[in-house]
């Protein structure tokens, strides 16, 4: 049987894993050219980007201030940049410099974000120029908003355009991107796991249960938490070697009362272990791990007792519906009457293809003819009479 020794074994293997592929992402530059007008919406979002969690410092921005009218040689330089900011006032009317940089900036190789200060795209005289933009990535930032709104809404935009390959990078020197960055990671490696737990069909895994423990599926889970930490400490400018995080978030994931808390909610999710519960205490675990760290490494503080208590609740049951997804995809995958009807083009693929032609002309011809019954007609009641 497997106690709690088994996973502080596991953490200890752990802690040899090399993360430097990690590390050497989390240090590439992030490069971020702003372009505008008016100096307030280049500042707006400016401090929207740089403005947010620093209990570790933030690296240097990477931020190229560009003023209007764009230059050819200007228009050049963007090339080496891994996102361009075009920022623009909705109770402006947009110019010509800015539709001609706009232009400009459509053809080059590199992700453009309008940026607007407003709750909808500035108005032009020309109903093309209207068009274009609409086509274009943009976020509308809401003047009356709360600056956390603001700041979340812009993260998204820049995130869905920066590559994933930089996100950590793009949130160690741009702090207003690291909530949206963690949010990202957490829920990405939680369905990760839960994933894992359905195709690997996952034995019993609790300890305190006194339940067998597939320690090499263990073993995944831990290290894909593990991982998730460690980007997370990443991701809010903590600096330090990696063994030394993990020792530091044992205490702050709660140890072994978090999978107590787990085991409790597990006994009343289902009677009896199946799939389903096993699933949602991956999911579970996995979140309420990079929910810890992420408070850890963005405030200091740990997760009390109670908080976490309500955290494994809403995880567990947040599982469990991923876990009911999972099985209810794989259940229609299995069902061979679940298969999609041939489209209007299969079908007349299916009429004009000769091989087809020929299969019917031999059904035809190989039918037995039909027997022809005579019947015999009733003879005239006159003449039976006669």
């Known amino acids: 049987m497997s106690r709690f020794s088994d996973v502080t074994n596991i953490w200890s293997t752990i802690k040899e894993i090399d993360v430097r592929d990690i590390r050497d992402q989390a240090d590439l530059p992030c490069r971020i050219a702003l372009l505008g007008h008016a100096t307030f919406g280049r500042d707006l979002i400016m401090r929207l980007l740089t403005l947010g969690a620093q209990r570790f410092p933030a690296r240097t921005p990477q931020v190229s201030i560009i003023d209007l009218p764009l230059g050819r040689e200007q228009a050049t ?43 909808n795209l500035p108005k032009s005289s020309e109903s093309t120029h209207q068009a274009d933009l609409q086509a274009s990535p943009a976020v509308l930032l809401d003047p009356q908003a709360e600056p956390a709104t603001q700041r979340k809404m812009l993260a998204k935009a820049v995130l869905e355009l920066v590559p994933e390959a930089l996100h950590i ?74 063994s030394a995080m993990i020792r530091e978030l044992l205490p702050v994931v709660g140890g072994g009362f978090l999978w107590r808390q787990l085991a409790r909610q597990l006994v009343g999710l289902i009677p009896g272990i199946g799939l389903l519960p096993k699933v949602a205490v991956a999911y579970a675990g996995t979140f309420v791990t990079g929910i810890a760290a992420w408070r850890w490494y963005e405030r200091g503080e740990l997760v009390s007792k109670a908080e976490l208590q309500s955290l494994v609740k809403a995880a567990l049951e947040e599982g469990r519906q991923r876990a009911k997804a999972l099985i209810g995809n794989r259940k229609a995958d299995d069902d061979p009457t679940a298969s999609a009807k041939p489209s209007f083009r299969q079908r007349i693929g299916a009429v004009l293809n000769p091989k087809n032609w020929f299969k019917a002309l031999r059904a035809r011809l190989r039918r037995k003819p039909k027997s022809i019954q005579k019947t015999t007609e009733p003879t005239d009641q006159s003449n039976s009479a006669a």
């Open 77 to 119: 330089d963007l090339n080496r940049v891994d996102l361009i900011v075009l920022t623009l006032d909705a109770s402006q009317a947009l110019s010509y410099d800015e539709f001609l940089a706009y232009e400009k900036l459509a053809i080059l190789p590199v992700p453009l974000l309008i940026a607007v200060w407003g709750t």
């Open 169 to 242: 990078a793009a949130a160690r020197r741009y702090p207003g991107l690291r909530s949206e960055v963690t949010n990202n990671l957490i829920s990405s490696v939680s369905l990760s796991n839960a994933t894992f737990a359905f195709t690997s069909g996952i034995p019993e895994m609790i300890p305190v249960l006194n339940l067998p423990l597939n320690a090499a599926d263990m073993l995944v889970l831990t290290k894909n938490q593990a991982l998730l930490a460690y980007r997370v400490a990443l991701a809010m400018g903590a600096e330090g070697d990696f």
